[in-house]
């Protein structure tokens, strides 16, 4: 991996402070905001909540609320100009996939940085995406991580 | 604070692997004991020893140590006898527990609890449930609805989705037994305590919404155990709050694997068996099995258009069961009169036999709790999905939840078996086998018998209906707490765990699980309703705010 700019970044967020804030050091790295991909993973519907009970919450309506979302973060942190992809299944698997399939050469995720019990329980999204991605990966730990 | 929440999960987690295990190696050191018997060597489902194992497990490490607790009699001031009354005779107090003699009536402190929070919140929030009812029909017809309001649905379909999980046996099956046992006078408790619960309604569905969190992709959670940890943080009880709110996650758990499921499997094969006569003979299994598939195709499964279609069908029925009620009161209309002078003679002036008044009171509150679930705090998660401009918008609807379930629905159960008389031993002595057996829903479907022959097929799918989409709400509600507690992993394994209990349901038809299912619905009052309680002022100034402009007219009708 070369110091230069990168022509394709890739960056999952989950909506965390911690990985929105990540967004910026990816811009960074990026030769400009464009080739900076966003992505996003939902995961599929689990609970038999009211709204997926009666049709409210599908698919479809939880796409058009993150993009929502996105928009407005990036409307609020002078991050315009970043992509913004929507995903569905296991996240791990989904942004590494995601990469190999547009050719980035960097992935670049906020890792939460948890330890003993909650690792266990929580899991991690960044592990996964470290064993499976075929270019560089760049872990940001936080300052706090346990 | 994210810390100590995750502190007393993982105590939690480690105190209930503890009391987890301990039963368990309990139960496979009795197998060996029974190993002598052939039972024992085939787990088959209808094998009388291995009920009996789990019969006797819930007796001992679930109902008897929560009962204690739950259901401690309280003394209380006999007026008539001029004394205080404890539920132990004090000349026996001292001997063994076996050997203890009961007076009077058993005062449950859980049922005090209910009574006394509804009663604070009806004054606290000066009448609400009177005052708001008109305003909550027309927020429910959608006179206020906007698309635009963040959040899931409509305020209609929230408040169907809520009735689908407490319309259910509770309705059929528990009036039954609480006219069976406490005679007609409880119905006029079961009245007054669904009157009341309209309060408690309205407050916990109002903080619902307060503390109801919106993840980005729309989807919104809430309920007591957001707003049990957040709302009592901000009043800078962040301790007892986080505290409340696991106490409450575990209790309604364990309140989705009793009343939300046991119970609706045990009481609507009650009811069916009296039809499908073939069920009774050690087949009772093979009804576990389909409900357990059908409730399990669609929580793990994901065939989310079956559950759509049952919580749909919930209110048709619900509609077509108060449709027979009438069509038997209207049979026998001159009986009316006297129904309303027995249940009111009784409500004041009870068999000393069923407990006096203060016995006939508790059957009667007891009931009520447990059919709409008001206090307990289970419909204030599903409320918190509805789209609101306001939060006591929301809480406004709630109450007309407890008016359906108990106002309207058990009433109609109740009356239809106090005119037909089944619940009188001395009318039909046969029929007190379903009475002292708390086979409530099959004293209902015998009472319609009566009437007209072909009720009790019409009464049986209303049944297993009303079970199936009460089992599906409960069992999302069980998720929930189950994800607060341990995680979004915890999911597949609670949703698994579900399906066992719909079908122990049908095979355990035993006392201690019944006791079991109404124990935790009840349970949950206890931090329910201190924490709200604990939050009320801040509801009431919402309300006084709220009102003054709803009465200004600053509303905006959307219809």
Redesign the interface.
């Given at each position: 991996m070369s110091w230069l700019p990168k022509q394709k970044v890739v960056i999952p967020v989950d909506?965390s402070d911690t990985s929105l804030a990540a967004i910026s050091t990816a811009v960074e790295m990026a030769a400009s905001p464009a080739d900076v991909h966003v992505v996003?993973v939902?995961?599929?519907?689990?609970?038999?909540?009211?709204?997926?009970?009666?049709?409210?919450?599908n698919d479809e309506?939880?796409?058009?609320?993150?993009r929502k979302?996105?928009a407005e973060y990036t409307a609020e942190n002078n991050l315009e100009g970043v992509q913004f992809i929507v995903q569905f299944g296991d996240p791990g698997f989904m942004i590494t996939e995601y990469a190999t399939d547009v050719g980035a050469d960097l992935i670049v995720i906020p890792s939460h940085g948890y330890g003993g019990?909650?690792r266990l329980?929580?899991?991690s999204v960044a592990e996964r995406v470290i064993r499976h991605a075929d270019c560089a990966v760049l872990v940001l730990r936080r300052s706090d991580a346990e | 604070m994210r810390k100590s929440c995750y502190g007393v999960v993982v105590a939690l987690a480690a105190v209930s692997f503890f009391v987890i295990s301990s039963p368990l190696a309990a139960q496979e050191a009795a197998v060996p004991s029974a190993a002598d018997s052939e039972a024992a060597e085939s787990p088959a489902a209808e094998s009388p020893a291995w009920i009996q194992a789990v019969d006797a497990f819930f007796a001992k490490y679930l109902v008897k140590p929560v009962a204690a607790v739950a259901f401690y009699p309280i003394p209380y001031y006999d007026f008539s006898a001029g004394a205080w009354r404890p539920s132990v005779d004090p000349a026996t107090a001292d001997l063994p527990e076996n050997q203890q003699k009961l007076i009077g009536t058993q005062l449950p402190v859980v049922v005090v609890w209910l009574v006394a929070g509804a009663t604070f919140f009806t004054f606290r929030m000066g009448f609400i449930n009177i005052r708001g009812f008109w305003h909550a029909i027309r927020v429910v017809k959608g006179d206020y609805d906007d698309p635009e309001d963040e959040g899931e649905v409509s305020h209609f379909q929230a408040l169907a989705s809520a009735l689908s999980a407490t319309v259910g046996l509770g309705n059929i099956g528990g009036v039954a037994i609480a006219v069976g046992t406490g005679g007609p006078g409880a119905l006029f408790w079961m009245l007054i305590a669904g009157v009341l619960g309209m309060s408690s309604k309205f407050v916990e569905c109002t903080l619902a919404q307060s503390y109801r969190h919106v993840d980005p992709d729309g989807q919104v959670s809430g309920g007591p155990m957001r707003y049990l940890a957040d709302g009592l943080r901000e009043m800078g009880l962040g301790v007892l709050g986080t505290f409340l709110a696991v106490l409450f996650s575990v209790f309604c758990v364990m309140a989705s694997f009793g009343g939300g499921c046991a119970f609706q499997v045990d009481q609507s094969l009650g009811a069916i068996k009296t039809q499908l006569t073939w069920l009774d003979d050690g087949h009772e299994y093979v009804y576990g099995l389909v409900m357990a598939a059908a409730v399990g195709v669609v929580i793990i499964g994901g065939i989310r258009r079956i559950a759509a279609t049952a919580e749909k069908i919930v209110p048709l029925m619900c509609g077509l069961y108060i449709l027979i009620a009438l069509y038997i009161l209207f049979a026998n209309y001159d009986r009316i009169p006297w129904a309303f002078e027995e249940i009111i003679r009784t409500a004041f002036n009870a068999d000393a036999a069923k407990g006096g008044v203060l016995g006939v009171l508790v059957i009667g509150f007891k009931r009520a709790a447990f059919s709409n679930e008001a206090g307990s705090g289970s419909a204030a998660i599903a409320h918190a999905a509805a789209k609101a401009e306001e939060p006591i918008r929301e809480g406004a609807a709630a109450p007309l939840g407890p008016v359906i379930d108990t106002v309207i629905v058990c009433m109609m159960t109740g009356l239809v078996i106090v005119i037909t008389q089944v619940y009188d031993p001395a009318k039909y002595p046969d029929l007190q086998e379903y009475v002292i057996g708390d086979k409530g829903a099959a004293l209902t479907s015998k009472a319609l018998e009566l009437q007209v022959s072909w009720f009790p097929y019409l009464l049986s799918v209303a049944v297993v209906l009303f079970a199936y989409s009460t089992m599906i709400s409960w069992s999302y509600y069980g998720e929930r707490c189950a994800t607060t507690l341990f995680g979004r992993r915890a999911s597949l394994p609670y949703k698994m765990l579900f399906l066992v209990f719909v079908f122990l349901g049908s095979i355990v038809s035993a006392k201690n699980v019944l006791d079991f299912s109404d124990l935790m619905i009840l349970t949950m009052a206890f931090p329910n309703v201190l924490g709200v309680a604990l939050l009320s002022g801040k509801v009431r100034r919402d309300l006084d705010d709220y009102w003054r402009r709803y009465k200004a007219g600053e509303f905006k009708v959307h219809k």
């Open positions: 909506f996003h939902l995961v599929p519907l689990e609970g038999l909540s009211p709204g997926v009970v009666w049709g409210e919450v309506s939880r796409e058009k609320a993150v979302s996105f019990f909650k329980v929580l899991g | -």
